[in-house]
């Protein structure tokens, strides 16, 4: 029944998520040349893009750069979520996210790591097991 999948994913937004494996992210600064960003990426087709403060601006597709990673080309889909949230929050990042890898921040929105929805969906069936 899709009314009772659909309170089941809403029941997330209350469950606080564990903590999930973080993945360490290439990043680039905003405003750093497309040479740099390219070096960055390591031939993966997203790469994350942050502040002076390591808080997380968007994603940027390094490929098509021109000179410098601009406000303009950035990709700012609903991609962050604090670790410190719920479980919804983070699986939403992981799946909203174009590179398919969440943004994970601590409380003040600095950069910690990402994670993908196949740990988020790890973590909610080790819960459904525990209850």
């Keep these: 029944d899709f009314l009772g999948r659909d309170r089941g994913y809403r029941a ?10 973080l993945h360490r992210e290439p990043t680039v600064v905003l405003g750093a040349s497309a040479d740099v960003a390219r070096a960055a990426a390591s031939g993966q ?22 000179g410098v990673v601009e406000p303009e080309d950035l990709h700012r889909g609903g991609t962050v979520a604090r670790a410190s949230g719920s479980l919804r929050a983070a699986l939403d990042a992981a799946l909203s996210a174009p ?19 196949a740990d988020v969906l790890a973590a909610i069936e080790a819960d459904g097991k525990a209850t």
């Design 12 to 21: 997330l937004a209350f469950q606080a998520s564990p903590p999930l494996p």
């Design 99 to 117: 590179s398919r890898r969440g943004v994970l921040t601590d409380d003040d929105g600095r950069l910690l790591g990402t994670v993908r929805a």
């Design 45 to 66: 087709r997203w790469l994350l893009v942050v502040d002076d403060s390591a808080v997380p601006v968007g994603w940027v597709e390094p490929a098509r750069l021109g």
